[in-house]
Nanobody
Framework: QVQLVESGGGSVQAGGSLRLSCAAF????????MGWFRQAPGTEREGVAS???????SYADSVKGRFTISQDNAKNTLYLQMNSLKHEDTAMYYC?????????????????????WGQGTQVTVTS
């Protein structure tokens, strides 16, 4: 059974840091581009960071320079280090496995077919 299980969310003051984790089960982890999305109430889900099978990373302009995506293939685990958090980073964060991903020149991430989604972990940044 395929599962993506996120953890590490919580409440933090503006300027603080959080590290999200996503443990993957039940599929060949290294065959997919992995990424993090977020969705605040009343907004569309936004892809914020991706890491491809060759280790190349992409970021949305809104988080570039503050967030770092990484993975441990031996543990089938994806991470998102979030620094200098802002109130506008408040959202539900989801990890996902995609058939493709790439940095678009207009500052967002191109995604192929999202094969698997996690259930999400809430991040709340208080000002």
């Amino acid at each position: 059974q395929v599962q993506l299980v996120e953890s590490g969310g919580g409440s933090v003051q503006a300027g603080g840091s959080l590290r999200l984790s996503c443990a993957a089960f039940g599929y060949t982890y290294s065959s997919y581009c992995m990424g993090w999305f977020r969705q605040a109430p009343g907004t569309e889900r936004e892809g914020v960071a991706s890491i491809d099978i060759d280790g190349s990373t992409s970021y949305a302009d809104s988080v570039k320079g503050r967030f770092t995506i990484s993975q441990d293939n031996a543990k089938n685990t994806l991470y998102l280090q979030m620094n200098s958090l802002k109130h506008e980073d408040t959202a539900m964060y989801y990890c996902a496995a995609s058939t493709e991903c790439a940095q678009h020149s207009r500052g967002y991430i191109y995604w192929g077919h999202i094969a698997y989604w996690g259930q999400g972990t809430q991040v709340t940044v208080t000002s």
